[in-house]
């Protein structure tokens, strides 16, 4: 079955410094991967997503996204911290070939420091 | 252009209870998915509908039922309901030939007492 790992239950990172968020995978087949934000008592607002391609992957406010297959990581990056980026970050899997099903990680809580 | 809409936003109910949580997918999405997000966890898999059928299905037991109508929109049903399920409840929807990104709601937030 297909997994991810966030192993940073927490990351704390000053505003306007570059911020990172982890995320492994474990997957049989080519990994669809995706990052999602959930803001307090709001759902999950898609970020962005590494279907095939290039390994850096662009996505909404200003976030990206690294694939690395030797690592098999797949970490959220800024270059720019913004306090609004305070928030808890899920990374996903697709689970299955022309399935739907997501499978997320335990997420991490990214609080940006004025 | 409407996004993902669920209601009721939340929802106190007693241990044996029967509860329905409801779903519109986004406009010209055909495929309605359905997680439950505990307290500190990330979204757990229930089940996923198209045209009107249970497509897939996560690891719960059936108490939890759902349905999808021919306008899309989607229910969720848990029956005998246990201080566990209380969660809160994810509907997202997508097209089923693009089997990439899902667009989520803001959920419904159940508490069983």
Partial sequence: AQSVAQPEDQVNVAEGNPLTVKCTYSVSGNPYLFWYVQYPNRGLQFLLKYITGDNLVKGSYGFEAEFNKSQTSFHLKKPSALVSDSALYFCAVRDGQGAQKLVFGQGTRLTINP | ?113
């Fill in chain 2, 1 to 113: 252009d409407a996004g993902v809409t669920q209601s009721p936003t939340h929802l106190i109910k007693t241990r044996g209870q029967q509860v329905t949580l409801r779903c519109s997918p986004k406009s010209g999405h055909d495929t309605v998915s359905w997680y439950q997000q505990a307290l500190g966890q990330g979204p757990q898999f229930i089940f996923q509908y198209y045209e009107e059928e249970e497509r897939q299905r996560g690891n719960f037991p059936d108490r939890f039922s759902g349905h999808q109508f021919p306008n899309y929109s989607s229910e969720l049903n848990v029956n005998a309901l246990l201080l566990g399920d209380s969660a809160l409840y994810l509907c997202a929807s997508s097209l089923l030939w693009r089997t990439d990104t899902q667009y989520f709601g803001p959920g419904t937030r159940l508490t069983v007492l």
